[in-house]
Nanobody, 123 residues
Framework: VQLQAFGGGLVQAGGSLRLSCAASGRIGSISTLGWHRQAPGKERELVATVTSGGITNYADSVSGRFTISRDNAKNGVFLQMNSLKPEDTAAYYC??????????????????WGQGTEVTVSS
């Protein structure tokens, strides 16, 4: 499973950005799509996740400002980021958890990450 994220950039505090990510390859059935971020010198942290049934989960730091959504038909996940703050500056990564069946009919569970896209919020 390959994941490609895009949509990052430089924005002023209070501005908005929309990140997109598409999964491709041997996907099978994706259960959870998510976004994580990693700021310089810090550990990677959860931003938001969305299940195949549409249940969302947000980090407290972004709740009310960010919205995660997914397009099941296109295996895509999006992150609408509003009211951005300088502390939102980080590399943002999309992730996918799911399962496919190999040629022997055996289930293969995966959790894959995409390349990061940089978000910089200036004060």
């Amino acid at each position: 499973v390959q994941l490609q994220a895009f949509g990052g950039g430089l924005v002023q505090a209070g501005g908005s950005l929309r990140l997109s990510c598409a999964a491709s390859g041997r996907i099978g059935s994706i259960s959870t799509l998510g976004w994580h971020r990693q700021a310089p010198g810090k550990e990677r942290e959860l931003v938001a996740t969305v299940t195949s049934g549409g249940i969302t989960n947000y980090a407290d730091s972004v709740s009310g400002r960010f919205t995660i959504s997914r397009d099941n038909a296109k295996n895509g996940v999006f992150l609408q980021m509003n009211s951005l703050k300088p502390e939102d500056t980080a590399a943002y990564y999309c992730s996918a958890e799911g399962r496919y069946y190999n040629d022997r009919g055996e289930p293969i569970v995966y959790r894959n990450w995409g390349q990061g896209t940089e978000v910089t919020v200036s004060s």
